[in-house]
C-alpha cells in the first residue's frame, strides 16, 4: 500500500501536482488512485462475442430518489461504454469530455470513433492535469468496453495518470487487486458472454464487502452485437439482474447455504 | 442565379390524423446539369423526427452533420430522443449563429411530438420558423408546391390518403420546375411505423 510508504520527508512533494518527488513519483496521481481505492468496485471482462460491465453502488439507502438513471456504467457513444471507479463529479467532467469528443470525430470522418482512439484522446487529456496548470488530477478509473470494425470487442483500463492499457478481464475500484487475482485464475480466453457475466457476478460478490447480494447493490451492462450486426449497449433491468443472481448462485448472504 | 437554386429541391411536409408525411424530390443538378438522380434530401433525426434540406446540398450535408452531433449529445444526457418542437429552436438556433454567412438551406421538419401529435415546421436560411397546422414546403418548386398543396389538401387525411395526396401535389409540382424531379421520395409516419416509398414521375 503506497500511502503508508511515504515518510514525513515526502510532505514536501505532494502540493504541486506538477513536480516530482526526490524518488520519481508523482504523489498527486497516487493519491488519486488511494481516492479510487474507497470507491465502488467495477469489473469488465471481454468476451468472444461481447463486453460485459458490472458495477457495485455504494450509495443504497431507502431515502435516495429512485431513477432509471445509472450509476456506475454510462454510454460515450452508441458503440462505447464505460464503467466508473472513484469520484463521481470527476467522472462526469470526463463522461461528458468523451461524449464530445466522439462526436467531434463522427462529425470529422462520419463514421465511429474507433475504441483505443477515444480511451487515448480521454486519457491525454487526464495526463495534461499530471503536467500542467497546477490543478489536480481526476479521481477516476475507467473501464472501456467497445466495439469498432477494425478490432471487434475491446476493453480498456485507465487511471488517473493518464495511463492505459487493453484487458481481456480487468477490476477497478475496492479490492481491485483481490478481484484482479481471481480473474486471473478463472479468465478462460474463448469464454462466451453468459459465461463472462456468470464470472463477472461470481468474482464481485465475493469482493464485495456486503454480506449478501441484491440487485440493487448492483449494475451489470453488456455490449454486444445484434443479429443485424449493429453494436448495441444495454443496461441489465433490475429485475433480469435478480433472476440472473438467483441463477448462478450469488444471491444468498454469506452465512446461509442453499 | 441564386444559390438557393444551384442545385435545385423541392420539400413538402404534411400533417395528417396521428400522422405526418414528408416528401422530397431526388434530382441533383448543378446549374441546368442533372449529375444524381437518387439525392437523399430527407434524413432522420430518431424514430419519430425527420429533418429535409433544400437549397445548397453542400450546406444542407454539413448542416445535417451538425444536427446529428447536437442531437446525439443531447440523447446522451437527456437519455431520451429530441421532441420536434425543441429540435425546431435548435436548427434555427444553429441557422441565427451564422446570421452573416449564412447555410443556403432552408430546412422542413418533421416529427410526433407528445401524445403522437403531429409536428411540422419550415424556417428560413437564418431561422425564422414558420409553424403550420396543414403543410408546409421548400425548395425551388415551392411556389407550385404551395398552390398544390393548399388545392389538394384536407384535414385529419389517414395514411393511406395522405401519401396519395403529398405524392400528387410533389409529382404535379416538381414537373413545372425545372431544377427539381427525377421521381420523389416519400416517408409517412405513424406511431407505429414508417413507411418509405419511391415514387416514379417524369424523369426530366
Redesign the interface.
Known sequence: NCGSALTKMSRRYDSRTTIFSPEGRLYQVEYAMEAIGNAGSAIGILSKDGVVLVGEKKVTSKLLQTS??TEKMY???DHVACAVAGIMSDANILI?TA??QA??Y??AY?EPMPVEQLVQSLCDTKQGYTQFGGLRPFGVSFLFAGWDKNYGFQLYMSDPSGNYSGWKAAAIGANNQAAQSMLKQDYKDEITREEAVQLALKVLSKTMDSTSLTSEKLELAEVFLTPSGNVKYQVCSSDSLSKLLLKFGVTQPAAETS | MSIFEYNGSALVAMVGKNCFAIASDRRLGVQLQTIATDFQRISKIHDRLFLGLSGLATDAQTLY??L??RH??YQ??E?RDMKPETFANLVSAILYEKRFGPYFCQPVIAGLGDEDKPFICTMDSIGAKELAKDFVVAGTASESLYGACESMFKDDMEPEELFETVSQALLSSVDRDCLSGWGGHVYVVTPTEVKERILKGRMD
Open positions: 432509471t438513471s454510454k460515450i457513444d461528458n461524449r464530445v462526436q467531434r463522427t462529425y462520419q | 452533420q451538425r446529428v452531433f446525439k449529445l446522451l444526457r437519455e
